[in-house]
């Protein structure tokens, strides 16, 4: 778009890209607020990248910090993890390579609701979705997957599955 407003005001084009660091602080507060939720109620959660060396907020005892690590690895330490866990960034209708990944490492994946998992995935079944207003609820659900084997092992087999047939192809078409 090179359509200049009338005057001093800047193009839209100017005006989208100077709300980026709007929108990544956005992103960066319900991260945090997802993070800072399970971490007051004492689970631990193992995080990667220099980004949470500055984190004090809640809990912070519970953030056991790595470095930072490159796509290959990722997937292999969400085949080692029982649960993998999203919290949406742009997608906030839709669906991200980072969910299907995780379905397809084994993992259960954790992820804050869109409408596109609520119509394509089944919750409980092979995806565990949360609510953003409703955080509080978190820990709960984390706890029950942590602690009942079946009920993870059977959800992670059927996001298996399901990302297997239908999600596959559009991770290759990336």
Not at 146 to 167: M, T, V
Request: glycine content about 6%; aromatic content about 6%.
């Amino acid at each position: 778009i090179t359509t200049r407003l009338v005057g001093s005001e800047m193009c839209i084009r100017d005006r989208l890209d100077s709300l980026q660091d709007v929108c990544r602080n956005i992103v960066n507060y319900y991260r945090t607020k997802v993070l800072e939720t399970l971490l007051a109620a004492g689970i631990k959660i193992d995080v990667f990248g220099d980004t949470w060396d500055r984190y004090s907020g809640l809990g912070k005892d519970n953030l056991i910090k790595h470095d930072a690590v490159n796509v290959d690895e990722s997937l292999e330490i969400w085949g080692r993890s029982k649960i993998g866990l999203n919290v949406m960034t742009w997608h906030k209708a839709g669906m991200t390579e980072r969910i299907a990944n995780i379905c397809l490492s084994g993992a259960v994946c954790l992820s804050e609701r869109t409408e596109y998992l609520d119509r394509e995935f089944n919750n409980y079944e092979d995806i565990v979705t949360f609510n953003l207003e409703h955080l509080e609820k978190l820990p709960d659900v984390v706890r029950e997957l942590l602690a009942n084997d079946s009920l993870r092992e059977s959800i992670a087999q059927n996001a298996y599955i399901k990302a297997s047939k239908e999600h596959i192809l559009s991770l290759i078409h990336i």
